[in-house]
């Protein structure tokens, strides 16, 4: 798969047409995409940034079209809730569809992703797209990302980002994210295994430990239209209630973490976090080192 897929990112590279426009378009796709310094103080201080209507409502319809095939297959990335079945995530996307691999390439994660970063390369650590089917979608437990990086693969630093593209209008009522602000800032805090309540063991974070930070950051839920981005650290809390609406709430999400700190153990199976550590590059980031001067 990794070969098929180190295939389809060079042919897609030569085949999306960028690298024709003018220096000068070039730049200015960069630039469209980079966070402005108020939003990367907001990543820094809140742990989150959220980013309204990064992708247009055809390209939502294109990606949703696409899962659609990818739901109904019966495999194991597909995984589902313990009570109703339905698939609760759909995972290893970008292996799965060119859609999707284009997708992990795109600049408008690429390119705030290395301003948070730095000069560093990133690969595709987890690609993914939780369901939270209406009326049925379960919870996700108050925990943070890092717990099960660490602890699970090995991973040695809470670098990695979650980038998310909301699929479907996120509201109060449709089990949206909920962060605690500000709770990466001490380094990550204290948290436990749980297998038992939910769909997929999680690493949590107990009452204590929540009512500590929230006291400290309250809480935010970004509730925003379909085609919203939204960036997150590993450290930062974060949780989300069932839906009992009638309404499903697809969330993409693609965790990118620097190759130099990858996972030091490969005991998950390979969609929860993949071995494919080839950095990821956007065709118009390439177009623009190769041939781009202004
Ligand atoms: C959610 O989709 O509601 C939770 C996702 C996550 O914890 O990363
Ligand atoms: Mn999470």
Redo the contacts with the bound molecule.
Sequence with gaps: MAVALVYQRAEMANTVGVGTESPKARLALLHRDRLSPKRLECFARDGFVVLPDRFTPDEVADINATLATLISEDRPENIREKSSGVVRTAMALHVRHERFARLVEDPRFLVPAHQILGDTDVYAQQVKVNVKAAFTGEQ?QW???FA?HHHEDGVPEPLAL?MHIFLDDVTEFNGPLVFIPGSHLDGPAPTALDTATTSCPLWTVGPDVVGTLAERGGLACPRSPAGTALIFGDALV??SPPNMSPWQRRVFSLIVNPVGNRQRNDRRPDHFHHRDTTPLHSPAQVAYHSKGSL
């Design positions: 996700w925990h943070y990302d099960t979650n974060h949780g």
